[in-house]
Every structure is written in C-alpha cells, then in structure tokens.
DNA sequence: TATAGAACCTGTAGTAACTATAGGTTCAAG
DNA sequence: CTTGAACCTATAGTTACTACAGGTTCTATA
C-alpha cells in the first residue's frame, strides 16, 4: 500500500526543498493543505511528494510559479490535452533561447572589453573597459 | 564649457532610466546627492549623465548592484588600478558563461520533452512532459 | 516515565532591483 | 496668472523565496 506518511521535513529531504519553501508553497497555493496531527503537525502523502517534485523539476527548467500554476491545472482538472503542455513547453523554450542569445552578446562584450584592457598597470583613467562603461551604446557595439 | 544643467527627467531619458530609478540609485548610494533648487527639484550636471550611463551599462552586462558600487568605488577613488576591473570583467564573463551553459540544459531538456510528446491529442494522463515532470532528476537525463 | 533536544508551528521581516501608487508641491509655457 | 506637466516624499508591491523569533510538539534515550 501506498500510505506511507511523510513528516514536513521528509517531504523537503525526498524532493529537495527546505521546509520554509512548503510552507510558502502551501501559503500561495500550489501546494494543497495537508492533514495535520493531533498536536498540528503537517502530515503528507506520497502525492504530495510526487507534487512538490513536480514543481521543483519545472521550476528547474524555468517556469514561473504562475505558469507552474496553470501546469498544475491542467493536471488537477480532468479533461486536458497533452497540447496545452507541449505549447507551454515549446514556449519556454523558445524564452530559453532568447535569454541565451542575450547573455552570449554579453559574454562577447566583456571579453572584447578585457581584451583591449591589455596593461592592467594602467591607472584606473586610462582602463578601456571603464572607458567602454561610460560611453553610450555598448550593447549596439558588439 | 560643461555646465549644461539637467533635470531629472533628462537625466533618465539622456542615460534610458526611469525617474524613479534614479531616486532609487540616490537612496541606495549608487548616485550622489545633487544640488536642488530653491523649490526642491534635482538639478543634475553632464557628471552625473556619465555616471549613470555607467551604472545602467554595467547592469545590461549583467553586474550586480554591489559590483557596480566596487567598480565605481575604483573610478571615485585614487589609487586604482585597471587590473582590478579587468579580473572583475573575467570574473564576470565567466559567470556569464555558466549561466549559458545552465540554459543550453534546460533548452535541451524542454527540446527532448517537447519532441517526445508527439500526439498532442493524448490525454494529459499520457503526456511525456508531465510524466518528465513526475519523475526523478530530470535534469540528470540531460 | 521524565526529559532533553530535534523538529515542528506561526507570523513577520528581509533579500534584489526595481516599479507603482498616492497625495501633495513646483516649475514653465502661454 | 493660470494650468498642467513634471517634480517631490513616502510607502507598498513585485518574485520566489530565506531567515528569523518565540513558542509548541514529538521522539529517543536514560
């Protein structure tokens, strides 16, 4: 049987969280209120594992809780499709890709910068890179 | 000679702020406290355009709040050296890096979930996406 | 069974880097 | 001189947690 019963801090230990990131879940609501003992500890399921590993996962890949939110939907109320999920997916990786395009122009603009920065006796006046800061349209340089 | 004055609305459009950014950089310490006027206004001289043209490229390169205030403390004080900003550039360039290469992850990983699920008329309880969500260490499959 | 201390509870404040709002004052153009 | 844009301060909101304080419950050992 299934029923075995997880303390808050196994439930964080088993899906990798802290304890204060359950009770924000739960506080915002991704995660559902659990039972309680006698005394008012949070008592879990292995549902409720599977849930939190769920969020941690997707918030790994970059979803934001509201979009975590409306996966979960899908999920919690039957008759979804695959292709509501898919899309978001693809969508998140299409916003993956363009944060990656943007950090490689950085990248690209700091190393041009150390490279012209060649004698790094200079005194702090005559630093390219300082130089590159204070005039306008770095990013448009690159 | 430069002695053109500057209002605060200026300021930000001159240097692609916004107005309460610039309160915002005063309160924290980034900016200096200007002269006012009579009535209480900002008034901000050509100095002050650089500087914050400074401080809104070093944020596009992805620097912190601190690091700006380290970098600005090598440019306000004497003594400096451009070696210091150099290293800080590399450091930085490589952060940059290994966040490109956290992104290129995840973009692989919602790739590979995206391409496995082709029928995306399926019930959600059949979608290989949300059973890559359910399971363990997805990022490890990568 | 008594007790020590680990783990839990709630509620609030702090983090980064702004953005937005409210309610009031000053400035500049006509 | 009036109007309305731009400015002022102070506070709250944003995102996704994290960290604390001050108290209670659970559990393992003596």
Not at 100 to 127: F, G, H, P, T, Y
């Amino acid at each position: 049987m299934n029923d075995v019963k997880y303390s808050i801090g196994q439930l964080a230990k088993e899906s990798g969280c802290k304890v204060e990131t359950v009770h924000y879940y739960e506080k915002i609501g991704l995660m559902p209120e659990p039972p309680r003992t006698e005394g008012g500890h949070r008592v879990f399921a292995f549902s409720h594992v599977k849930r939190l590993n769920f969020i941690r996962r997707s918030r790994e890949l970059g979803f934001k809780i509201e979009q975590i939110k409306d996966l979960l939907k899908f999920i919690d109320e039957p008759n979804h499709y695959c292709g509501e999920v898919r899309a978001m997916a693809m969508l998140q990786a299409r916003a993956v890709q363009e944060k990656i395009d943007d950090l490689q122009r950085l990248k690209v603009a700091l190393n041009e910068m150390v490279l012209k920065c060649k004698d790094s006796n200079n005194s702090i006046d005559d630093c390219p890179i300082v130089d590159a800061l204070f005039t306008k349209q770095v990013a448009e340089q690159i």
